[in-house]
T-cell receptor, first 111, second 114 residues
Framework: DSGVTQTPKHLITATGQRVTLRCSPR?????VYWYQQSLDQGLQFLIQ???????AKGNILERFSAQQFPDLHSELNLSSLELGDSALYFC??????????FGQGTRLTVV | AQSVSQHNHHVILSEAASLELGCNYS??????LFWYVQYPGQHLQLLLK??????LVKGIKGFEAEFIKSKFSFNLRKPSVQWSDTAEYFC????????????FGTGTQLKVEL
């Protein structure tokens, strides 16, 4: 158990819909990262938050957004979903300069 | 922009065979290097990491990796694989000033046969 909790584990939704994925980092970790894993794109970095502030942005679509709350949990919002958004979404957390610990992921299926 | 290349996409070995997975990175500055493993249906777990110091790094489960700066490489090795090592292996890099975000290679799927 990495200490990073993601909910839900599985999500099936229709095209055009909006979903929210939730991540609770390890106790004390200020950084939260979101990654997307798909067969064709591999593991892609989406966005990083540090203590509530956006720190780095990767290949995140404009339809996607994220935030980190005062209690340090984070949410990734995916809207206007398309079939191609089906993927495994991982959250990871780290202390300031330490290694990242990954959650179990949320498997999103868009039908 | 930093990038990571893993040359072996699929590797099949027999138990007790030796393993070496290649990883090359492209980045102009100081890097931190990682190998992660993903067992079927599970999350990514850290095998080992290199930040500085001895370029030969030992990780969990008998894995080790060698950082060769001149070759921009960080190859993963294990002298004798087990069936339980069947998994996908990812090399990753973070660079200074990058906010610690990991850039991953495409992964190597390892299958160990009995």
């Amino acid at each position: 158990d990495s200490g990073v909790t993601q909910t839900p584990k599985h999500l099936i939704t229709a095209t055009g819909q909006r979903v929210t994925l939730r991540c609770s980092p390890r106790s004390g970790d200020l950084s939260v990262y979101w990654y997307q894993q798909s067969l064709d794109q591999g593991l892609q970095f989406l966005i990083q938050y540090y203590n509530g502030e956006e720190r780095a942005k990767g290949n995140i679509l404009e339809r996607f957004s994220a935030q980190q709350f005062p209690d340090l949990h984070s949410e990734l919002n995916l809207s206007s979903l398309e079939l191609g958004d089906s993927a495994l979404y991982f959250c990871a957390s780290s202390a300031d300069m330490g290694e990242a610990f990954f959650g179990q992921g949320t498997r999103l299926t868009v039908v | 922009a930093q990038s990571v290349s893993q040359h072996n996409h699929h590797v099949i070995l027999s138990e007790a065979a030796s393993l070496e997975l290649g990883c090359n990175y492209s980045y102009g500055g100081t890097v931190n290097l990682f190998w992660y493993v993903q067992y079927p249906g599970q999350h990514l777990q850290l095998l080992l990491k290199y930040f500085s110091g001895d370029p030969l790094v030992k990780g969990i489960k008998g894995f080790e990796a060698e950082f060769i700066k001149s070759k921009f490489s960080f190859n993963l090795r294990k002298p004798s694989v087990q069936w339980s090592d069947t998994a996908e292996y990812f090399c990753a890099v973070t660079g200074s000033g990058g906010g610690n975000k990991l850039t991953f290679g495409t992964g190597t799927q390892l299958k160990v046969e009995l």
